[in-house]
């Protein structure tokens, strides 16, 4: 094929597209109809789809996060206590007694599960410095000048994020056991208290609990600074964050013989063990040395049943959303059908006059496919306002962004719809017989 046969064939195409468009305008009010019958019909489903693509994504990111590769094992009284939170519980029976784990059971538990898990116990105190902090702003006005995080944690801590030391040391499990007060720095928070010098051997004074007096933690490591994707105050905690022994609070004396308890222990799974094994294993090894006076929460778990009860709900209105735009495209073929019977005696006369059946045909598939495209924009115009008021009324951003999917699969579902009822019209308008349909009144 030639140039000029190219560019005649464009023309043509042009030419009847304004044709289509032409004749369109003039059955105005049954072309309104149709735009709008497959616009509601694409805004729906295009909102459902994009909902259930988005969980589904986020879902995945979700297992590469730390919280929810973190199980927590809690008491059966606490878990009452929350009211219906989501819990698998490890026993069936209610009412026993308040479950609190001791260093030495906490200690067993790692024992029997593989290296990918960590047992850990995180609890967090905000304490004040006596010490003079570099001048740098605090996110929120309320935090004052020389106010710093304390994590109290264990050993396995550390090795769930991955953390490394720029210098000094960890703290060891003598350390928890005989309630050393001693700290491993974030990195800017010692470049905060002791600029170029060296941090490690240096004590750190805080103040007192009640008006006692001074509490001194010695420096043992100092972090590897951390690169951090987080919200500015998250990343400013992280930055200013000690972590010390989980046993050496601030607020209680240090020494003495009082075995430590706690009612909140943390299992770390590393990224790419799968997560629900790893649940049941945690599960039996829990029940072996507590029985049924504990639980398992998996974050991840309560995401996922989340997620479920959401399809139900979004398949059932895409169901239909569906049904309704099979049925808009039964009653929007009618509409053609009847559209092409209007104009069989035009049809007859194009023909007459050197139209080909292909040309005719070739018309009213323009046609029904520039309705088709312009419902199809209208709906995926709709579908963002039909996500802001989904996201509003679910009370979380679950469809985020994924314009580009949007856009496709509006197109994609208009193109569809407008083949469906454009097609068969088109054959029978290609179909009529010029001699017969001249004799039409």
Same mark, same amino acid.
């Given at each position: ?9 464009? /023309?043509? /195409? ?85 479950? *609190? ?9 790692? *024992? ?15 304490? *004040? ?9 605090? &996110?929120? &006005? ?6 710093? %995080? ?16 720029? $210098? ?8 928890? $056991? ?31 609990? *009640? ?22 105050? %998250? ?22 013989? #009082? ?39 998996? &974050? ?42 209007? $104009? ?16 005719? %045909?070739?018309?009213? #598939? +323009? ?14 115009? /709709? ?13 979380? &951003? ?29 054959? +029978? ?8 349909? /001249?004799?039409?009144?």
């Amino acid at each position: 094929m030639g140039n000029s046969e190219i560019r005649g064939e464009v /023309l043509s /195409l042009v030419d009847q597209l304004r044709w289509s468009l032409r004749h369109s305008k003039r059955q105005l009010f049954e072309s309104t109809l149709v735009v709008v019958a497959i616009s509601l019909g694409v805004g729906v489903i295009v909102t459902v789809l994009s909902l259930l693509l988005s969980v589904n994504q986020q879902y995945g990111e979700f297992e590469y996060e730390d919280y929810f590769r973190t199980f927590e094992l809690i008491s059966q009284a606490d878990f009452a206590s929350r009211s219906g939170a989501p819990l698998v519980l490890v026993g069936t029976e209610s009412g026993v007694s308040e479950w *609190r784990a001791t260093l030495v059971e906490i200690e067993e538990l790692q *024992r029997h599960l593989p290296d990918t898990m960590h047992v850990f116990v995180e609890m967090n105190w905000s304490v *004040r410095t006596l010490l003079e902090l570099s001048e740098v702003e605090t &996110p929120f &006005p309320w935090m004052e000048s020389n106010e710093i %995080f304390l994590t109290g944690t264990t050993p396995e801590y550390f090795n769930f994020k991955n953390y490394t030391l720029e $210098r000094g040391n960890w703290f060891l499990s003598e350390d928890l $056991r005989e309630k050393n007060r001693v700290v491993v720095l974030s990195a800017g928070l010692a470049q905060e208290l002791f600029g170029e010098e060296d941090p490690i051997g240096q004590t750190i004074p805080l103040e007192g609990f *009640r008006e006692e007096e001074s509490i001194f933690y010695t420096v043992i490591g100092v972090l590897a600074p951390i690169e951090s994707a987080q919200e500015p105050y %998250f990343t400013f905690r992280e930055a200013r964050t000690a972590y010390t022994p989980v046993t050496a609070s601030p607020y209680t004396h240090g020494g003495g013989e #009082v075995e430590h308890r706690f009612s909140r222990v943390s299992i770390g799974v590393d990224a790419g063990v799968d997560l629900v094994q790893a649940h049941e294993l945690a599960k039996s090894e829990a029940n072996l040395i507590w029985g049924e006076a504990v639980g398992v929460r998996s &974050p991840l778990g309560d995401f996922q049943e989340m997620r479920k009860e959401l399809q139900r709900y979004v398949l059932l209105i895409g169901v239909f959303a569906s049904v309704g735009l099979v049925i808009a495209v039964i009653n929007i073929l009618n509409l053609m059908l009847a559209r092409v019977l209007k $104009r069989t005696k035009g049809i007859g006369l194009s023909m007459a006059l050197g139209s080909s059946r292909r040309l005719v %045909f070739r018309q009213f #598939v +323009l046609e029904a496919l520039s309705l088709g495209v312009i419902g199809s924009v209208i709906g995926v115009l /709709l579908s963002f306002g039909l996500s802001v008021v989904l996201e509003k009324a679910l009370g979380a &951003p679950l469809i985020s962004g994924m314009y580009g999917t949007r856009i496709l699969l509006g197109v994609t579902i208009g193109f569809a719809v407008s083949l469906l009822f454009g097609v068969y019209p088109a054959y +029978l308008g290609s179909r009529i017989n010029p001699v017969d349909a /001249l004799r039409t009144d």
